[in-house]
């Protein structure tokens, strides 16, 4: 199982479920440690659109009735640093095969 660092796991203590989002939707089985670069981005569910940043921090952190929620959490993935080794220091099209 993925092993998130300190920081990830404050954040994630406020949008829980968040990391099971996101390894559900890797489609490769991650059995070791991995370094992901991605992003979280609020986005309005009534007007369709993508909200500023700071939308994310005034979201209720507990106790979330379904019905009450106006704001859905997309996280984007960006680049996948470490996958069991370093992919950093691999050619570029070598490293993102995954």
């Given at each position: ?20 989002q ?12 991995f ?64």
């Amino acid at each position: 199982m993925a092993k998130p660092t300190k920081a990830i796991l404050e954040v994630l203590d406020i949008y829980e479920g968040m990391l099971d989002q996101l390894l559900r939707a890797i489609k490769k089985e991650i059995t070791g440690l991995f370094v992901l670069d991605a992003e979280a981005v609020a986005q309005d569910l009534i007007d369709k659109r993508i909200l500023p940043f700071q939308e994310l921090s005034k979201l209720k952190r507990k106790n979330i009735k379904l019905e009450d929620i106006e704001i859905k959490v997309e996280i984007f993935a960006l680049d996948l640093w470490y996958l069991d080794e370093p992919m950093i220091n691999r050619e570029f099209s070598e490293g993102r095969r995954f």
